[in-house]
């Protein structure tokens, strides 16, 4: 048996700092390994000794000896940002001479339709499940597998994402090829929901002090996550066992066999289908407001890299001339008239064992 990692006061008090700001415990770990990384590099002095410039130091040393990606460099500014700012209550002034990671801009993988049903037909069970709203809601992959029963509005066809990418909510699509095995996926979840109940437990995690607030309510059917785990779980903060979400790692293996098994050569992963939601919608004229809005994308700018994958001019949109002369007849025999359809649905919405493994609460 190994000894227990002591944490020192000052890490104690980094933890309490994040806590108290309702952080979710993936930013939380995150933090706490970079500001653990950034006093290493420095000889374990103590951050109130060091400033800009050894920040910079650091910073510096990610992009050039260790080569990181400008998105985890950011990741580490970020991290002893929050140090400085929240628990030492000396923030940083501007760090120069930093060499900073560059972004390379690449545009994002996308499936064509075909693909996208091989895939989808790959995928099994709870994973086909998940698979479907990634590509028919254009859903993170966090967003999907955080969903619980009462984000589902199956009257209005609507998902409700809450707490999403930076802290926003947003009302997405619900594909109305989904509702019939939702429904029926929803009620094998609350079988279980109700054996948990029975044996003493039933409770999920419930964010910021609602827990404190409703002290019931973590119980409660609406609550209960969609995609639970296979197994009850220890919370990692405060050691009660619940039923967290199932680890998303169990469907990004089930993803990376689905790619393999239909001989796609492209990286996809869970996120290439979202990217194959908002161009599919783009390929067939849907305006790119309302895309960005689906995606739930700050900017524009940001929904507009789809246009490029699509190579098509005038912001994707499609001419109505073609239906016109199509109604009309007058639409020229040589004129290729190809046409995009939906990919067809899974044979069997909730079949086989979940293969989830134990979830530790991220939230």
Same mark, same amino acid.
Not at 89 to 111: H, Q, Y
Not at 139 to 165: N, P, Q, T, W, Y
Not at 360 to 363: A, P
């Given at each position: 048996?190994?000894?227990?990692?002591?944490?020192?006061?000052?890490?104690?008090?980094?933890?309490?700092?994040?806590?108290?700001?309702?952080?979710?415990?993936?930013?939380?770990?995150?933090?706490?390994?970079?500001?653990?990384?950034?006093?290493?590099?420095?000889?374990?002095?103590?951050?109130?000794?060091?400033?800009?410039?050894?920040?910079?130091?650091?910073?510096?040393?990610?992009?050039?000896?260790?080569?990181?990606?400008?998105?985890?460099?950011?990741?580490?500014?970020?991290?002893? #940002?929050?140090?400085?700012?929240?628990?030492?209550?000396?923030?940083?002034?501007?760090?120069?001479?930093?060499?900073?990671?560059?972004?390379?801009?690449?545009?994002?993988?996308?499936?064509?339709?075909?693909?996208?049903?091989?895939?989808?037909?790959?995928?099994?069970?709870?994973?086909?499940?998940?698979?479907?709203?990634?590509?028919?809601?254009?859903?993170?992959?966090?967003?999907?597998?955080?969903?619980?029963?009462?984000?589902?509005?199956?009257?209005?066809?609507?998902?409700?994402?809450?707490?999403?990418?930076?802290?926003?909510?947003?009302?997405?699509?619900?594909?109305?090829?989904?509702?019939?095995?939702?429904?029926?996926?929803?009620?094998?979840?609350?079988?279980?929901?109700?054996?948990?109940?029975?044996?003493?437990?039933?409770?999920?995690?419930?964010?910021?002090?609602?827990?404190?607030?409703?002290?019931? #309510?973590?119980?409660?059917?609406?609550?209960?996550?969609?995609?639970?785990?296979?197994?009850?779980?220890?919370?990692?903060?405060?050691?009660?066992?619940?039923?967290?979400?199932?680890?998303?790692?169990?469907?990004?293996?089930?993803?990376?066999?689905?790619?393999?098994?239909?001989?796609?050569?492209?990286?996809?992963?869970?996120?290439?289908?979202?990217?194959?939601?908002?161009?599919?919608?783009?390929?067939?004229?849907?305006?790119?407001?309302?895309?960005?809005?689906?995606?739930?994308?700050?900017d524009v700018r940001t929904t507009q890299i789809y246009t490029h994958v699509i190579q098509r001019g005038g912001n994707a949109v499609l001419s109505p001339l073609g239906q016109v002369l199509q109604q009309t007849g007058q639409h020229h025999r040589e004129t290729d008239n190809t046409s995009t359809t939906d990919p067809q649905s899974h044979s069997s919405p909730f079949e086989g064992e979940w293969d989830a493994t134990d979830a530790?609460?991220?939230?």
């Open positions: 048996m190994g000894k227990e990692a002591k944490s020192s006061p000052f890490m104690d008090q980094v933890r309490d700092t994040i806590r108290v700001r309702h952080y979710s415990i993936r930013t939380e770990k995150s933090y706490i390994t970079w500001i653990k990384q950034f006093i290493l590099f420095h000889n374990k002095r103590h951050p109130s000794e060091m400033r800009e410039q050894e920040v910079g130091e650091f910073l510096t040393y990610l992009a050039v000896q260790r080569n990181v990606a400008a998105s985890t460099q950011n990741q580490a500014l970020n991290a002893i #940002a929050f140090l400085y700012k929240h628990v030492l209550r000396k923030p940083l002034s501007a760090i120069d001479g930093v060499v900073r990671t560059r972004k390379p801009a690449r545009l994002p993988t996308v499936l064509t339709m075909q693909e996208v049903r091989d895939v989808l037909t790959q995928l099994q069970g709870m994973h086909w499940l998940e698979g479907c709203l990634l590509y028919g809601s254009g859903l993170r992959l966090m967003e999907c597998i955080r969903l619980r029963v009462m984000h589902l509005d199956f009257s209005h066809r609507a998902i409700l994402v809450i707490d999403g990418k930076g802290s926003k909510d947003r009302v997405v699509t619900m594909p109305d090829d989904l509702i019939i095995p939702l429904e029926r996926h929803l009620q094998a979840v609350k079988n279980v929901h109700t054996k948990d109940l029975s044996d003493g437990y039933g409770a999920v995690y419930l964010p910021h002090a609602l827990a404190k607030k409703y002290p019931k #309510a973590a119980k409660e059917w609406g609550w209960q996550y969609v995609f639970p785990a296979s197994r009850r779980s220890a919370d990692p903060r405060t050691g009660e066992i619940r039923r967290h979400h199932m680890n998303e790692k169990s469907l990004q293996r089930a993803m990376k066999n689905a790619v393999r098994s239909a001989d796609i050569d492209k990286p996809a992963s869970c996120h290439t289908l979202r990217h194959s939601f908002a161009t599919h919608l783009l390929e067939r004229g849907m305006d790119i407001r309302t895309v960005q809005e689906q995606l739930g994308h700050s530790q609460r991220d939230r």
